[in-house]
C-alpha cells in the first residue's frame, strides 16, 4: 500500500492545546482552540506486513536510506521509543499497536519526505500518523481517522517527545480542523471553505529553543503567581477562544481579509500577553522584520508566527495566486528566507453522476424481454406516469449534479435516447396539453446534460461503475443504482442530504437506513462509530449481504433499535481513488462469484482514505423482482404526492 501524509500548520491557537489540558486541575481555565491544517508537503511510504519484525527505511534529507530493523517484541519497541532519536517516533507508535491489537510485524519503505523537519510543521507526527495508519491499513485494525491520530498521539507521548495534542491533527490531511481541548477531551470538527485561500509558510532562517518557551509558558499554569502570568492565561483561554471562534466563521466563508486581519490581530495580543513570560524567546526580532517588511504588504492580508512562536517560523495570507508566487519572490529575494507555498483548497464540487443501466433484469422476466427495467413506468406525486431511469435522474439532479452518465447495453442506446433526445413527432407533440408540450421541452433539456456509455458484457455492478472511468475523469461523483427509487419527505432529496455529508470532510460516503436483522442478508451493511450521533457514521467495515447471525457477531451499531442494522441505501458518493481499486481487481482477474463486485472495492476505499455512512431521511423503493415492483408503484406514488402537498402547504 501507498500512504502520505501530511505536515501540519496551526493557523491560530498556538499553545492552547496544551494549556486546555490542565482544565484537569483548574476547571477555572478557558478551553483551549486551535485551527489547524495539513501542508502541501509529507512523508510518503510504501508499507506491507513482516512476519516477525518492525523495520522502517527512512530516507534521510541527502537522500540516503538508513534502515532500522527491530523485533516486534513489546520490550525492545519500547527502549527503542524511550531512548529518542528520529525512529524513536515509529517505534513509540508500534509499540502501542503491539499492546492494544493482535498483529505481526510491519515493513514501512519511506519513499519520500520532502516535509521540512523542525520548522513547526510537525514531522515527527506526520512519522508517528504514518505508523499508525500503516498498521491499520495492512491489518485493518478499523480505526477511523480519529484513531489513527489518538494512537500516533499515545505513540508519540511514548518518546522523549511531550508534544501538545494538535500535532497529530496531520491525520485528517490538508482540510482545516478545528480541535477544542478540555482536560484531556479532545473534539475534532472538520470545516470546508467555498474558495482557496493561499497561504506562505516562512523558515525564517533564525533559532528558537522552543523546550524553554514551554518551560516559561508552562509555569504561568494551573494557577497564575502574578500579573504576567495572569496575562499568558488570559490570552490562551478567552481571547484565544475569541479569535478562532471569529476565524472558524471566516474559514466558512472563505474571507480571506478578515483571516488576514484575524492573524495580525493575534499576533499582536500573542507579542503583548505572552513576550514578558519569555522575552528572550519570544520578542522575535527576525519575525517580526519579516512582517513588517515593506514590500511585502501589498501582496498578503496578514501574518504571525507558527507554532511555539519565536524567531522560528512564519504565515503569511496572500491575496490570491498570483500574490503568493510575488511574496514568495519577495521574501526570498530581499530577506533570504525560504518559504513553502500552501493552498487550503474548497471542496471538491460533486457535478457528476452515473447510473448503472445494462443489466438484464433476470427477475422481471418475461416483462425485461420486452422493456427494459429501467423503462419500466412508475406515478409521482403529481400523477405523472414516467420511466423509472427518469424519476432517478431527477434525484441526482435535484442534489445539484452538473452531467448524469447512464451506463446501458450498446442495443438499448436508442430506447434510452428516445426519452431524453428524441422529441416525439410533431403530429403527436400537438395533440399534447400544453402542460405536459412544456414537460417534453424539461425531457430535451434533462437530455443536453446526459452521456450514454456502454457495457456490452455484463460483469457484475463494479465493472459497470468502472466503465464510467474515463468519462468522470479524477473527480468525485454520485452514484444511484438503476432499479431504486428515492423519496425524502423534507426539501433536500436522500442524494442532497448525502451531498452535505461530503462537502464537509471530502471522504467518501454511502446512504444508509435501518434494516431488521431477517433482512439483512438481501443488502450489504455497514458498522462503524459515530461521528454525528444518529446522523453519520465513521465506517469501519462494509459486508455484503451478511447473515444475521454474522450481523449480530461483528455489525451492531449503537443507538440502533435491537436486533437492527444500518444496509446499504442504494446512493453512494465516491472519490475518483475507486477506479483504481477497480481496475486492480479487473486486471487480476478478482471476481466474487463470477463477477466484479463493488463491496471489496469501498472496504479497500475505506481503508485507504476513510468512509463514512449517512443516515438519511427517506425512502428508498426496489424495483428489481414483481412483487417489490407492484408495492413500489403504489408506495413511491403515495410518498411523493405527500411531499409534495406539503411543500405546496408551505
Given at each position: 500500500?501507498?500512504?502520505?501524509?501530511?505536515?501540519?500548520?496551526?493557523?491560530?491557537?498556538?499553545?492552547?492545546?496544551?494549556?486546555?489540558?490542565?482544565?484537569?486541575?483548574?476547571?477555572?481555565?478557558?478551553?483551549?482552540?486551535?485551527?489547524?491544517?495539513?501542508?502541501?508537503?509529507?512523508?510518503?511510504?510504501?508499507?506491507?506486513?513482516?512476519?516477525?519484525?518492525?523495520?522502517?527505511?527512512?530516507?534521510?534529507?541527502?537522500?540516503?536510506?538508513?534502515?532500522?530493523?527491530?523485533?516486534?517484541?513489546?520490550?525492545?519497541l519500547?527502549?527503542?521509543?524511550e531512548?529518542?532519536g528520529?525512529?524513536?517516533?515509529?517505534?513509540?507508535?508500534?509499540?502501542?499497536?503491539?499492546?492494544?491489537?493482535?498483529?505481526?510485524?510491519?515493513?514501512?519503505?519511506?519513499?519520500?519526505?520532502?516535509?521540512?523537519?523542525?520548522?513547526?510543521?510537525?514531522?515527527?507526527?506526520?512519522?508517528?500518523?504514518?505508523?499508525?495508519?500503516?498498521?491499520?491499513?495492512v491489518?485493518?485494525?478499523?480505526?477511523?481517522?480519529?484513531?489513527?491520530?489518538?494512537?500516533?498521539?499515545?505513540?508519540?507521548?511514548?518518546?522523549?517527545?511531550?508534544?501538545?495534542r494538535?500535532?497529530?491533527?496531520?491525520?485528517?490531511?490538508?482540510?482545516?480542523?478545528?480541535?477544542?481541548?478540555?482536560?484531556?477531551?479532545?473534539?475534532v470538527?472538520?470545516l470546508?471553505?467555498p474558495h482557496?485561500?493561499?497561504?506562505?509558510?516562512?523558515?525564517l532562517?533564525?533559532?528558537?529553543?522552543?523546550?524553554?518557551?514551554l518551560?516559561?509558558?508552562?509555569?504561568c499554569?494551573?494557577?497564575?503567581?502574578d500579573?504576567i502570568?495572569?496575562?499568558?492565561?488570559?490570552?490562551?483561554?478567552?481571547?484565544n477562544?475569541?479569535?478562532?471562534?471569529?476565524?472558524?466563521?471566516?474559514?466558512?466563508?472563505?474571507?480571506?481579509?478578515?483571516?488576514?486581519?484575524?492573524?495580525?490581530?493575534?499576533?499582536?495580543?500573542?507579542?503583548?500577553?505572552?513576550?514578558?513570560a519569555?522575552?528572550?524567546?519570544?520578542?522575535?526580532?527576525?519575525?517580526?522584520?519579516?512582517?513588517?517588511?515593506?514590500?511585502?504588504?501589498?501582496?498578503?492580508?496578514?501574518?504571525?508566527?507558527?507554532?511555539?512562536?519565536?524567531?522560528?517560523?512564519?504565515?503569511?495570507l496572500?491575496?490570491?495566486?498570483?500574490?503568493?508566487?510575488?511574496?514568495?519572490?519577495?521574501?526570498?529575494?530581499?530577506?533570504?528566507?525560504?518559504?513553502?507555498?500552501?493552498?487550503?483548497?474548497?471542496?471538491?464540487?460533486?457535478?457528476?453522476?452515473?447510473?448503472?443501466?445494462?443489466?438484464?433484469?433476470?427477475?422481471?422476466?418475461?416483462?425485461?424481454?420486452?422493456?427494459?427495467?429501467?423503462?419500466?413506468?412508475?406515478?409521482?406525486?403529481?400523477?405523472?406516469?414516467?420511466?423509472?431511469?427518469?424519476a432517478?435522474?431527477?434525484?441526482?439532479?435535484?442534489?445539484?449534479?452538473?452531467?448524469?452518465?447512464?451506463i446501458?447495453?450498446?442495443?438499448?442506446?436508442d430506447?434510452?435516447?428516445?426519452?431524453?433526445?428524441?422529441?416525439?413527432?410533431?403530429?403527436?407533440?400537438?395533440?399534447l396539453?400544453?402542460?405536459?408540450?412544456?414537460?417534453?421541452?424539461?425531457?430535451?433539456e434533462?437530455?443536453?446534460?446526459?452521456?450514454?456509455?456502454?457495457?456490452?458484457?455484463?460483469?457484475?455492478?463494479?465493472?459497470?461503475?468502472?466503465c464510467?472511468?474515463?468519462?468522470?475523469?479524477n473527480?468525485?461523483?454520485?452514484?444511484?443504482?438503476?432499479?431504486h427509487?428515492?423519496?425524502?419527505?423534507?426539501?433536500?432529496s436522500?442524494?442532497?442530504?448525502?451531498?452535505?455529508?461530503?462537502?464537509?470532510?471530502g471522504?467518501?460516503?454511502?446512504?444508509?437506513?435501518?434494516?431488521p436483522?431477517?433482512?439483512?442478508?438481501?443488502?450489504?451493511?455497514?458498522?462503524?462509530?459515530?461521528?454525528?450521533?444518529?446522523?453519520?457514521?465513521?465506517?469501519t467495515?462494509?459486508?455484503?449481504?451478511?447473515?444475521?447471525?454474522?450481523?449480530?457477531?461483528?455489525?451492531?451499531v449503537?443507538?440502533?433499535p435491537?436486533?437492527?442494522?444500518?444496509?446499504v441505501?442504494?446512493?453512494?458518493?465516491?472519490?475518483?481513488?475507486?477506479?483504481?481499486?477497480?481496475?486492480?481487481?479487473?486486471?487480476?482477474?478478482?471476481?466474487?462469484k463470477?463477477?466484479?463486485?463493488?463491496?471489496?472495492?469501498?472496504?479497500r476505499?475505506?481503508?485507504?482514505?476513510?468512509?463514512?455512512?449517512?443516515?438519511?431521511?427517506g425512502?428508498?423503493?426496489?424495483?428489481?423482482?414483481?412483487?417489490?415492483y407492484?408495492?413500489?408503484?403504489?408506495?413511491?406514488?403515495?410518498?411523493?404526492?405527500?411531499?409534495?402537498?406539503?411543500?405546496?402547504?408551505?
Amino acid at each position: 500500500m501507498n500512504i502520505f501524509v501530511p505536515g501540519r500548520i496551526c493557523l491560530f491557537g498556538e499553545h492552547s492545546d496544551w494549556a486546555g489540558g490542565y482544565r484537569r486541575i483548574n476547571a477555572e481555565i478557558e478551553k483551549g482552540y486551535t485551527i489547524i491544517t495539513g501542508t502541501n508537503q509529507g512523508i510518503y511510504a510504501d508499507v506491507k506486513q513482516h512476519p516477525s519484525r518492525f523495520i522502517y527505511h527512512a530516507r534521510a534529507e541527502d537522500g540516503q536510506i538508513q534502515t532500522y530493523d527491530l523485533p516486534m517484541e513489546s520490550q525492545a519497541l519500547l527502549e527503542a521509543a524511550e531512548a529518542g532519536g528520529y525512529i524513536s517516533y515509529a517505534a513509540g507508535v508500534a509499540y502501542q499497536v503491539l499492546t492494544n491489537y493482535r498483529v505481526r510485524g510491519i515493513e514501512i519503505t519511506n519513499t519520500l519526505t520532502d516535509l521540512p523537519v523542525k520548522k513547526g510543521l510537525s514531522s515527527s507526527a506526520a512519522v508517528c500518523v504514518m505508523t499508525a495508519r500503516a498498521f491499520n491499513r495492512v491489518y485493518d485494525l478499523k480505526l477511523t481517522v480519529r484513531g489513527e491520530m489518538e494512537l500516533a498521539y499515545l505513540g508519540e507521548i511514548t518518546t522523549p517527545s511531550r508534544c501538545g495534542r494538535m500535532d497529530q491533527g496531520c491525520a485528517y490531511g490538508n482540510r482545516p480542523i478545528l480541535m477544542i481541548y478540555d482536560g484531556d477531551r479532545l473534539d475534532v470538527q472538520e470545516l470546508s471553505v467555498p474558495h482557496d485561500l493561499y497561504y506562505i509558510i516562512v523558515d525564517l532562517k533564525a533559532s528558537k529553543d522552543t523546550k524553554e518557551i514551554l518551560n516559561r509558558l508552562n509555569h504561568c499554569y494551573p494557577f497564575p503567581d502574578d500579573e504576567i502570568q495572569s496575562a499568558v492565561q488570559e490570552y490562551l483561554g478567552p481571547i484565544n477562544r475569541d479569535i478562532v471562534t471569529q476565524a472558524v466563521e471566516a474559514l466558512r466563508r472563505a474571507d480571506a481579509p478578515a483571516l488576514g486581519h484575524l492573524m495580525t490581530q493575534a499576533q499582536k495580543q500573542f507579542d503583548q500577553a505572552m513576550q514578558p513570560a519569555c522575552p528572550n524567546q519570544l520578542t522575535a526580532p527576525v519575525l517580526h522584520r519579516l512582517l513588517e517588511h515593506e514590500p511585502l504588504q501589498k501582496f498578503i492580508y496578514g501574518g504571525k508566527g507558527v507554532g511555539s512562536q519565536g524567531d522560528g517560523t512564519a504565515q503569511l495570507l496572500a491575496k490570491d495566486r498570483q500574490s503568493q508566487l510575488a511574496a514568495i519572490t519577495c521574501i526570498e529575494k530581499d530577506l533570504g528566507m525560504q518559504c513553502l507555498d500552501l493552498i487550503i483548497h474548497s471542496g471538491r464540487k460533486v457535478r457528476k453522476a452515473v447510473i448503472p443501466a445494462a443489466g438484464f433484469g433476470t427477475r422481471l422476466f418475461p416483462a425485461t424481454k420486452a422493456l427494459k427495467k429501467e423503462l419500466f413506468p412508475v406515478i409521482d406525486g403529481q400523477g405523472r406516469a414516467k420511466p423509472v431511469i427518469l424519476a432517478i435522474v431527477e434525484e441526482a439532479l435535484s442534489a445539484g449534479i452538473e452531467e448524469v452518465c447512464i451506463i446501458v447495453q450498446s442495443q438499448d442506446r436508442d430506447l434510452f435516447e428516445e426519452i431524453f433526445c428524441t422529441p416525439p413527432p410533431i403530429e403527436n407533440f400537438n395533440k399534447l396539453s400544453r402542460e405536459n408540450q412544456q414537460y417534453c421541452r424539461y425531457l430535451m433539456e434533462v437530455g443536453n446534460r446526459i452521456t450514454f456509455l456502454s457495457q456490452d458484457t455484463q460483469e457484475g455492478f463494479g465493472h459497470a461503475v468502472y466503465c464510467a472511468k474515463e468519462w468522470v475523469q479524477n473527480e468525485p461523483f454520485l452514484l444511484l443504482l438503476g432499479d431504486h427509487l428515492y423519496t425524502s419527505p423534507t426539501d433536500a432529496s436522500c442524494a442532497r442530504q448525502m451531498m452535505s455529508v461530503y462537502e464537509a470532510s471530502g471522504r467518501s460516503v454511502v446512504a444508509v437506513e435501518e434494516t431488521p436483522a431477517d433482512q439483512v442478508h438481501h443488502f450489504g451493511c455497514v458498522t462503524g462509530t459515530w461521528k454525528i450521533a444518529n446522523e453519520t457514521l465513521n465506517i469501519t467495515e462494509f459486508a455484503e449481504k451478511p447473515t444475521a447471525s454474522y450481523a449480530r457477531e461483528q455489525l451492531q451499531v449503537d443507538g440502533l433499535p435491537a436486533d437492527t442494522f444500518l444496509t446499504v441505501f442504494g446512493q453512494y458518493i465516491l472519490n475518483p481513488r475507486i477506479f483504481a481499486l477497480l481496475e486492480e481487481n479487473i486486471r487480476n482477474n478478482m471476481r466474487e462469484k463470477g463477477e466484479f463486485q463493488l463491496t471489496t472495492c469501498l472496504d479497500r476505499l475505506r481503508q485507504e482514505e476513510g468512509f463514512q455512512a449517512c443516515r438519511v431521511n427517506g425512502r428508498r423503493f426496489d424495483i428489481g423482482n414483481p412483487q417489490a415492483y407492484q408495492q413500489s408503484i403504489q408506495d413511491f406514488a403515495i410518498h411523493d404526492r405527500d411531499k409534495s402537498e406539503a411543500q405546496r402547504l408551505q
